[in-house]
């Protein structure tokens, strides 16, 4: 169902996406392929599938894992993008890129919680029927 607590934090995760997409503009890791731009647009149609895959819990979870991945993924990439920047990691004007991924990772990790209790939930009122 859409009302649920674990679509808040897939559509934050989303939303994390959607940012990452923005600001991500200027990043620039391996020349002028665009690869935060593509890895935000598919994490955009993942999440959203997600959210409206509501009555398959399974399928749900599995997106979450693979969103989970490619946002770990876009973690390291940022990361090496930030360290590679003339003038270290030291000042904080040079890139909150790499946040979005992490708030999209804790939001997604918390789902999958509450994603698995209404599975239990679900399946303790089947053996009671």
């Given amino acids: 169902m859409l009302q649920r607590i ?3 934090w897939m559509l934050l995760a989303v939303l994390a996406a959607v940012f990452l997409f923005i600001t991500g503009q200027d990043a620039e890791v391996f020349g002028n392929f665009p690869l935060i731009n593509i890895a935000s647009c598919v994490l955009v149609v993942i999440g959203v599938l997600s959210v409206f895959s509501f009555k398959n819990r399974k399928k749900q979870i599995l997106l979450n894992n693979i969103s989970i991945i490619i946002n ?3 973690i390291g990439i940022l990361l090496y993008w930030l360290l590679n920047l003339s003038g270290g990691i030291d000042f904080p004007e040079k890139g909150i890129e790499p ?3 992490l708030i999209a990772v804790i ?3 918390f789902a999958n919680i509450y994603i698995k209790r209404d599975e239990r939930l679900v ?3 089947d053996r009671l029927r």
Avoid: R
Wanted: glycine share 0%.
């Fill in 6 to 8: 674990q679509t808040i």
């Fill in 72 to 74: 770990a993924l876009l």
């Fill in 99 to 101: 946040v979005f991924p």
């Fill in 107 to 109: 939001s997604l990790v």
């Fill in 123 to 125: 399946k303790s009122v």
